[in-house]
């Protein structure tokens, strides 16, 4: 290393440090080497973050027992990529479980280094990749979940996230480009009219949007041909309005701000990677609690920021079109429901806290082969879609044993329960998450009868991961009081909006000690919800 080099080094936080050392990615090559010495006898810097960018994490919880981050672009997964990952996690028997999480995505619980090289392998047999998936990498990328059945959509945004995905990545195999980022990275396409990615909660989101061809014709750059595609209409062209600079932490919470830009779909994947380009290149690293992007759009404004990406982009960007089609209520897709294609049906089960067991995951694979396609969707709800069910076949797929635990008619309040991993498995959590979710909402349902869903999402820490601010009622775990002595608690936020106008929600009560909660939830569910002790319900009916 030159002197130079190790002045710099030598004023880096311990991350960036790590990452001028050794590419995160570097340890793609040493897996084999890894599974043989095992976890202990690793370098520390190694086994604690450079494989989070093989997907691997180490849970200090859990020791020796690894966590594995996949990338699902768009929540797809297939039958046969599933019968792969219940497999790998059924070989550690109790130990082993996975997690859908609130980015489409499945973790996988219980893993051992030792077995590295042969899931990697598997992994590659069936197309799928854990590839920068964690620390300073872009997180898996989400889209419509019902994106190509949906009769209503304005665009289907599949094969778009697999482009970027693919540019990200290098199709899977890693790419040194895009693998030192100041921070985390979260990109969101919908091309729906519900929002169903939470666009504002991502540092880079696309929304439908369209423009009139004229107006194109006069923006954008001379007599380009603006080529009709099925989303057009003789008079607008379909593309997106950009959102810029959403994220969530421990420090600070924002919804994400119009960059005053439309792109073609054509240029998505272009302005996907001049944005991070921009990002990467300039955006702040001396301090790690304040390197996502909007602190860069802090430093710069949005005008600079804007003609940044414009110059890596080689063209300029057309301003954003005067208003976005996001004009539906979120929808959860839990149910039945029509699909575009005649006498085709999507089901969406309810996945308690997004918990899957091996048994679980080859059941779902089952199903989805012998009544679908053999294709299965995730959704940011932590909820899984099974397309493709021929009317003839509904029937019999509604007497599957399987819909007895993840149900498609869900009790109001279960139905839309999130809940981040918490205390189990994760060593920022401040209080235990899934189970306790899972245990207050049953009290609670056997004591209030309700008319509608309430979201309630849970997260383990100031973090976020639960994005307690998009629910109805968000619950942040934290360090109570009670009788003198701490106590695991939450601080309660609400008001979080989803869907068409989205904004977030914000901290109402703090600091309620989790053994007193319930009571609390159950006030709040009566004054703000419409909920009804049953015993009075039963009277008034
Ligand atoms: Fe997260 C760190 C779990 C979505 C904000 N998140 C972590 C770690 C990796 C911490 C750790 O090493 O233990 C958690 C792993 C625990 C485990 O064993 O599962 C973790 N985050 C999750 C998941 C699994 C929650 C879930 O149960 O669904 C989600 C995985 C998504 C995925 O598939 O990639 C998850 N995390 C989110 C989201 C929600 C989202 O993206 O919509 C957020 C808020 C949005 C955002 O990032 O802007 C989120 N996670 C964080 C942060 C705070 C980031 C920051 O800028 O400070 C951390 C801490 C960090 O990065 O330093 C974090
Ligand atoms: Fe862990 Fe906190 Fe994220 Fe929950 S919110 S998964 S406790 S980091």
Redesign the pocket.
């Known amino acids: 290393m030159t002197e130079a080099v190790t002045t710099v080094t030598a004023s880096l936080n311990k991350f960036e440090k790590f990452k001028a050392e050794k590419d995160g990615l570097a340890v793609k090559a040493e897996i084999e080497k890894f599974a043989s010495i095992g976890w202990e006898a690793m370098d520390e810097t190694d086994r604690d973050h450079r494989l989070k960018w093989v997907g691997v ?1 180490f ?1 200090p919880v859990t020791p020796g027992k690894f ?1 594995m ?1 996949m990338r699902m672009p768009n929540g797809i997964v297939t039958a046969a990529q599933m019968r792969v990952l219940a497999e790998v996690v059924q070989r550690y028997g109790d130990d082993g479980s996975a ?7 499945i ?1 996988l619980r219980g893993i051992r280094i030792e077995d590295l090289p042969e899931i990697f392998h598997k992994f590659h047999t069936v197309g799928l990749t854990s590839v920068q ?2 620390m300073d990498n872009v ?2 990328i989400t889209g419509d979940p019902v994106a190509g059945l949906d009769a209503d959509e304005l665009f289907d945004t599949r094969e778009l996230v697999q482009q970027i995905q693919d540019m990200l990545t290098n199709k899977g195999q890693g790419n040194p480009e895009f693998t030192n980022l100041p ?2 990275f ?1 990109i969101a396409i919908t091309g729906g009219r519900d929002n169903s990615v ?1 666009a504002e ?3 880079l989101a696309f929304v439908p949007a369209f423009h009139e061809y004229g107006e194109v014709g006069r923006l954008g750059d001379g007599e380009k041909d603006f080529t009709p595609t099925p989303y057009n209409s003789s008079s607008k062209v379909f593309g997106f309005n950009i959102l810029v600079g ?6 600070r919470c924002e919804a994400a701000i119009p960059l005053d830009a439309w792109v073609s779909p054509a240029d998505v994947v272009a302005v996907c990677r001049a944005v991070l380009e921009v990002f990467r290149d300039h955006g702040l690293r001396a301090n ?2 304040k ?2 992007l909007m602190w860069l759009i802090d430093e710069w404004g949005l005008e600079k920021f804007r003609s940044e990406v414009e110059q890596r982009l080689g063209k300029p960007l057309l301003p954003a079109a005067p208003k976005d089609e996001i004009d539906w209520e979120k929808r959860d897709h839990i149910g039945v429901y029509k699909q575009k294609q005649p006498e085709l049906n999507y089901v969406g089960l309810h996945i308690p806290v ?1 918990r899957l067991t091996a048994e679980d995951m080859f059941e779902i694979a089952r199903l989805a082969d012998v009544y679908g396609n053999g294709e299965i969707r995730l959704t ?1 709800e ?1 909820n899984v879609i099974i397309p493709n069910i021929p009317d003839s076949r509904l029937v019999l797929f509604l007497a599957e044993p399987l819909l007895e635990k993840f149900s498609i008619d869900p009790q109001p309040l279960r139905r839309s329960l999130v ?3 918490g205390a189990q ?4 959590a401040l209080i235990e998450t899934k189970n306790r979710a899972l245990n207050i909402i049953k009290a609670l349902e056997e004591d209030l009868e309700l008319t509608r869903p309430v979201r309630i999402h849970w997260t383990g820490c100031p ?5 307690p601010q998009v629910a109805d009622i968000g619950l942040m775990g934290t360090k109570a009081r009670k009788n003198g002595k701490a106590v695991e608690g939450v601080d309660i936020y609400m008001g979080g909006k989803v869907g068409k106008e989205a904004h977030l929600g914000t901290c109402v009560q703090k600091g309620i000690p989790c053994e007193d909660l319930q009571p609390v939830l159950r006030d709040l569910l009566i004054q703000h919800f419409g909920a009804k002790p049953r015993q009075e319900a039963l009277v008034t009916h």
Do not use: P
């Open positions: 994490f849970r966590m981050r997690d859908i999480t609130t980015r489409q995505n973790q998936s964690g997180r898996n921070r985390k979260n939470h909660i991502n540092d959403g994220f969530f932490s421990a420090k790690r609690q390197s996502r997004g940011v932590q809940s981040c991993t498995f994760c060593n920022f973090n976020s991961c639960g994005q």
